[in-house]
């Protein structure tokens, strides 16, 4: 049971700081993806360093910062939805160079974080 009260709290708080980070973004007049942008490249790079450091061990502590925190400070389906908007409105190239960067900077950043976490 108290395995599902970590990963909860670790959602909540994931979802706040989300929605914090997508808030200050448009508030910034930035372009309407950027938010995700942000949280799914950060994101990339927690769980980097997360599963380098918790890479074999079990505990509550990893379901509330992988399942919990991560889970729901970063999303696909969100990145999905903007894909789905840039094709509609015509924006092939912007499509095309956002989906890179989300599969390519995410990759690199979980690379990165994976070693900035040292050694298990």
Same mark, same amino acid.
């Given at each position: 049971?108290?395995?599902?009260? @970590? =990963? #909860?709290?670790?959602?909540? =708080? ?6 914090? =980070? #997508? ?15 942000? &949280? ?8 980097? &360093? &997360? ?20 889970? #729901? ?11 789905? *908007? ?6 092939? @190239?912007?499509? *095309?160079?956002?989906?890179? =960067?989300?599969? &390519?900077?995410?990759? #690199? ?12």
């Amino acid at each position: 049971m108290k395995k599902y009260l @970590y =990963i #909860s709290l670790g959602a909540m =708080i994931g979802a706040l700081l989300r929605f914090s =980070i #997508s808030y200050a973004a448009m508030a910034a007049a930035s372009p309407f993806f950027m938010g995700t942008l942000i &949280v799914n490249m950060l994101g990339a790079f927690i769980a980097g &360093v &997360v599963l380098r450091k918790y890479h074999a061990r079990e505990g509550h502590l990893r379901d509330f910062l992988i399942t919990g925190l991560l889970g #729901s400070f970063t999303t696909f389906s969100m990145l999905t939805y903007e894909q789905y *908007l840039l094709l509609s409105y015509g924006e092939y @190239y912007i499509f *095309l160079t956002y989906l890179t =960067i989300n599969i &390519v900077g995410g990759f #690199s950043l979980a690379l990165l974080g994976w070693k900035a976490g040292g050694s298990r």
